[in-house]
């Protein structure tokens, strides 16, 4: 039975169907707009745009949290807010990357919750709304995190802009055009700026609006290249909320210990995955014993619970070293250079004191003195297989241990596959 595409009921709702529409029938995208906008009852685009100015406009409701821990005192900050589309029509999950998202989580549709705990509540305060900051520019500018190398290409040229610093690189899915944005703290020299941006064929923005980064303390200046859609840009920023530095706390302040479930999460029916969080210290399980930050939203790492001999590290440090330097293929390189980074942490808090292992044994053991590389599959193979027995004899069965076994047997799967 064949499905027939249910018209859009919105502008936004018109211009994702019209994109895809365009890629199926290889058609522009403007003429793809008309057709979709006419499968919604309109003329064409602009008639459906004329309609859709007329209504009151909708806001939509998001949520932020973020966690805190200072000394033995904890809490969860929940900060509620109003938006032009829903949060995410503004950003994307692969979107989080890029200025005061990239510590967030999208934890529903409509919740962004911080992955880590900060240090205070005024912290949680600041982060939250920074964040805010940025989903607001996102909203009224219809800009997104540039992401991909094709998206970031033309924005290489700004590695030799003037002054440049704090940088964050936009772009506009529907127009395809490109925004790069720098947040100076001092005001850099506008003369050589401007000569700089002239030079490239640049249009560079001065808004009145603060910006992101730092309101109040840097300075913000925009560069894209058609000058219409610099006015366009400069009128969007207009719009921005001016002269709040400081905004006044106005959220939902709980305890550390209950999470918050928004509504879009009640609505799935679904229950939230509990946060990540540190194991406690001195607990030891399967033969396994956690260690590195103990920070709310983290998960531990875990290492056996009984250490490696000595003289077993100092052999599978130059043969894991030897591998670096031997041209392997990127993946194998990385699942080498994974158990070395790892291996090295291990050492470190199996042997602290000074009287076991001196400080030239540990600076030597992972990434001291230069090593040969191995030439050759089968010698590789064979080092790879060495490693393997070292690290079966030096650590008793646990999960952490056979992980690192696993890996090796990866690698050495996929070196005799090019033999």
């Known amino acids: 039975m064949s499905s027939i595409p249910v018209a859009p009921s919105s502008l936004n709702g018109i211009k994702r169907r019209a994109k895809s529409l365009g890629r199926e029938r290889k058609i522009p995208h403007h003429e793809a707009l008309d057709l979709v906008a006419g499968e919604a009852g309109f003329q064409n685009i602009r008639h459906a745009q004329n309609h859709f100015a007329k209504l009151k406009p909708l806001l939509y409701t998001a949520y932020l949290t973020a966690y805190w821990s200072e000394g033995r005192t904890r809490g969860r900050e929940t900060l509620t807010v109003q938006i032009p589309c829903p949060l995410t029509d503004i950003v994307a999950r692969h979107q989080l990357q890029t200025r005061s998202l990239w510590s967030f989580r999208l934890e529903s549709t409509d919740h962004l919750e911080r992955k880590l705990d900060t240090n205070s509540q005024e912290r949680a305060h600041k982060e939250l709304f920074a964040a805010v900051r940025t989903l607001r520019f ?3 500018t219809g800009l997104k995190p540039a992401t991909t190398i094709k998206q970031r290409r033309p924005l290489e040229r700004f590695e030799s802009l003037p002054g440049r610093d704090h940088m964050s690189e936009w772009f506009h899915t529907e127009t395809g055009a490109w925004v790069y944005m720098d947040e100076p703290y001092s005001k850099p020299n506008l003369e050589l700026r401007s000569g700089w941006a002239s030079e490239h064929g640049l249009q560079m923005i001065t808004p009145e609006w603060e910006g992101l980064y730092f309101p109040g303390s840097s300075i913000p200046y925009l560069f894209c290249e058609d000058s219409k859609y610099a006015t366009q840009l400069t009128g969007q920023l207009s ?3 001016l ?3 400081t905004p006044v706390w106005n959220g939902e302040s709980a305890s550390y210990y209950s999470q918050f479930v928004s509504p879009a999460r ?3 029916g679904k229950a939230r995955s509990p946060r990540p969080m540190p194991a406690y210290p001195g607990i030891a399980i399967g033969g396994a014993i956690p260690y590195g930050a103990r920070t709310g939203g983290a998960k531990s790492s875990w290492r056996p619970e009984k250490r490696m001999p000595l ?4 052999m599978v ?3 894991l070293h030897a591998l670096i330097n031997s041209k392997l293929p990127q993946t194998q390189r990385s699942g080498i250079a994974y158990l070395r980074t790892t291996l090295d942490d291990w050492l470190m808090m199996e042997y602290p004191d000074a009287k076991e292992m001196t400080a030239e044994q540990f600076h030597d053991a992972y990434y001291g003195t230069h090593r040969e590389p191995i030439r050759g599959r089968q010698k590789q193979i064979k080092a790879v297989r060495r490693i393997t027995v070292l690290l079966q004899k030096g650590y008793a069965d646990c999960k952490p241990q056979r992980k690192m076994v696993k890996v090796l047997g ?4 996929a070196l005799a596959e090019s033999l």
Do not use: D, S, W, Y
Request: hydrophobic fraction near 45%.
């Open 138 to 140: 996102m909203a009224v």
């Open 239 to 241: 719009k921005l909320q």
């Open 243 to 245: 002269g709040v530095r």
């Open 266 to 268: 009640e609505t799935t």
């Open 311 to 314: 003289k077993m590290h100092l």
């Open 317 to 319: 440090g130059p043969l």
């Open 410 to 413: 990866e690698i050495e799967a």
